[in-house]
Each structure stands twice: as structure tokens, then as C-alpha cells.
């Protein structure tokens, strides 16, 4: 068994292709469409922040360099702005730089979307021998208890991977990764098997994988050794259900929270109106809005 470390590190990778918002995603990835008044990745480096960790490593695509600056300060742009006597910008954009002053953030890139196994990879250099939360750029998760602070305490408990999942309807699960588990108590459950895409027959419970996970030195030793899949990728979610064949632990725990899926186009629209709904600055007027569209 691994001696037990904290959770001081999160990874988040950003480098995908985006293919289901082609062509936007060719000039803008998907992880910067805005929700509500923010981009994805902002809703995803709070999280992290509010789950107690303060160093994240991005992994990007050499096209995606930009994405350095979002949460750089841009004093150029304040000079104008103070020269136009634009106070209340320049404290809404102070407001936005002190909310993550205390968070390194390091960017490695990926030089090609080989996966998104084959990114978290990229980001082993910059990970000892710890465990690290993982965040997929394009799930968010509106809850009480920050996701990844859920799956820390289960990780305290059990010092093996967590993976976080969502319950489903059965017809939606063949788009994701079913789970085949053995309930320990509420909410939290040992893995058995890992059912990429399955055939209707194949789905194993109604609880799918979803883009929040804590990762163990186990599984970079693994993606390290995995060869690309069928799709010449490597993915997680395959590398962890070689891990599970031999033998290896790996705990589920069903998250509290809304799972706001921003992968497709209509699953971020939903997403983005969901929480524009949600935000007390926009609601009232947003659902009389609503109503008038016919
Ligand atoms: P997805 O499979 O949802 O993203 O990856 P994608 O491949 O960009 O999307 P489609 O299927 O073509 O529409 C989950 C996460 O892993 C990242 C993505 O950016 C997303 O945050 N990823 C995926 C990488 O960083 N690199 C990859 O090679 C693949």
C-alpha cells in the first residue's frame, strides 16, 4: 500500500481537439466558452482552489498558449482603463486577480491530442511520487461541497484512485463509461470493472465516470507503460480498467452536486442556462427573457 500523501496538486487538461464544436473550436477550445459571465476553465480552477489546493498544472496544445494570459494581469489594459476613469472595471478585474493570487499555475503542453490519458501523462514531470486530483476542462459541477474536496475525504479514507460518478438514466449510458461496483456504504462503492461505450447489454449499474478523479502514483506508472487504444489514444478511463484487471484497487464515490456536461453543443447550452439561472445578477431577468420567446 502507498504511504498516504495530501492532495497538493491538481491537474487540468485543456489540449483536446474539441471535435463536437467544430468548427468554433478550431480558434477557441471549449474549455473557454463562457457559462453564464465566465469561461468553463474559471468554474474549474475555483473548484480546485475551494477544495483547499493551490497549484495547478494546465496541459495544453501549442496553439492554446494564450489560455496563460486569462488569469495573468494585463497592465497595459489597466493603464487604459485608468486613464478612462473606469474604477469600477479595474475593481471587478482586481476582484478577479486576488481571487486566484495564491494559486500557481504551471502549463505544460501536449503537442499532440493523443488522448486524454496521454495528457495527464504530460503532466508527470511536474508530480512527485503524490497523489493529484484530476479535472476534465469540460465538466463542471455546481454543488455545496467543492467535487474535488468530496473526493479528497474519500481519498483519506481509502489511499487508493477515486474516481467521481454520476448516476444516469440507462439510455444515456452508452455514450460514457459504465461502472460495474460493489456498494461499500452510502455513495461510495469499490470499482470491479470499467465498461468504455457499452453496448446496451453491457451496462453494468446506472453510475457513469465522470471528469473529476484522484489519481495515485499507480496510475502514472501505468499510463507510462499503456499503449495507444483503438482510437490511437490513450484514455484514462481504459488505462484505470487495465489497473482494475490486475488486481488493483480503485474507488467510486457517487457525487453530490449537478453535473453540468459542456462536451457537445447542446449539453453546454443547457449548461450555460443553467447557471445564468442560477446566478442571482441574472436570473430574474433572464427567466422573464425566457418567457418571451415563443
Ligand atoms: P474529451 O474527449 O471530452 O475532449 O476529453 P475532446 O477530445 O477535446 O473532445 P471531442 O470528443 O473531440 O469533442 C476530456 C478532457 O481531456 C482533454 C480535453 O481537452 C478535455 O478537457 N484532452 C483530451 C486533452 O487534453 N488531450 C487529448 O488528447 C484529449
Not at 447489454?201 to 506508472?221: C, N
Not at 484514462?236 to 452536486?257: C, D, P
Amino acid at each position: 500500500m502507498e504511504t498516504q500523501k495530501e492532495i497538493k496538486k491538481a491537474i487540468i487538461p485543456v489540449a483536446g481537439l474539441g471535435t463536437r464544436f467544430l468548427p468554433l473550436s478550431k480558434v477557441l477550445s471549449k474549455e473557454f466558452f463562457p457559462l453564464a459571465d465566465k469561461p468553463a476553465i474559471q468554474y474549474i480552477v475555483q473548484e480546485i482552489k475551494d477544495s483547499g489546493i493551490n497549484e495547478i498544472i494546465f496541459v495544453i496544445s501549442p496553439q492554446q498558449k494564450s489560455i496563460l494570459n486569462y488569469f495573468k494581469k494585463a497592465p497595459e489594459l489597466e493603464k487604459i482603463l485608468a486613464k478612462r476613469k473606469k474604477q469600477a472595471l479595474l475593481d471587478e478585474l482586481a476582484a478577479f486577480h486576488n481571487e486566484f493570487k495564491g494559486i500557481k499555475m504551471t502549463f505544460v503542453i501536449q503537442k499532440e491530442p493523443k488522448g486524454d490519458g496521454h495528457a495527464i501523462l504530460q503532466a508527470a514531470a511536474h508530480i512527485k511520487d503524490e497523489p493529484v486530483a484530476n479535472s476534465f476542462g469540460d465538466d463542471i459541477m455546481y454543488s455545496q461541497t467543492p467535487a474535488l474536496a468530496q473526493l479528497i475525504s474519500i481519498f483519506k479514507t481509502c489511499n487508493a484512485p477515486v474516481l467521481g460518478l454520476k448516476r444516469l438514466p440507462r439510455d444515456k449510458i452508452p455514450a460514457y463509461g459504465s461502472v460495474a461496483v460493489e456498494k461499500i456504504s452510502s455513495n461510495l462503492y469499490k470499482i470491479k470493472k470499467i465498461i468504455e461505450k457499452p453496448q446496451p447489454d453491457e451496462i453494468a449499474s446506472d453510475l457513469v465516470i465522470m471528469g473529476r478523479h484522484i489519481l495515485t502514483p499507480d496510475v502514472f506508472a501505468y499510463l507510462k507503460k499503456a499503449k495507444p487504444g483503438k482510437k490511437g489514444e490513450i484514455v484514462l478511463a481504459e488505462v484505470l480498467s487495465t489497473m482494475l484487471e490486475e488486481g488493483k484497487q480503485i474507488y467510486g464515490y457517487e457525487l453530490a452536486g449537478e453535473w453540468l456536461e459542456c462536451g457537445d453543443k447542446l449539453k453546454w447550452m443547457k449548461s450555460f442556462f443553467y447557471l445564468t439561472l442560477k446566478d442571482s445578477k441574472y436570473r430574474e431577468e433572464m427567466k422573464d427573457y425566457l418567457k418571451t420567446i415563443k
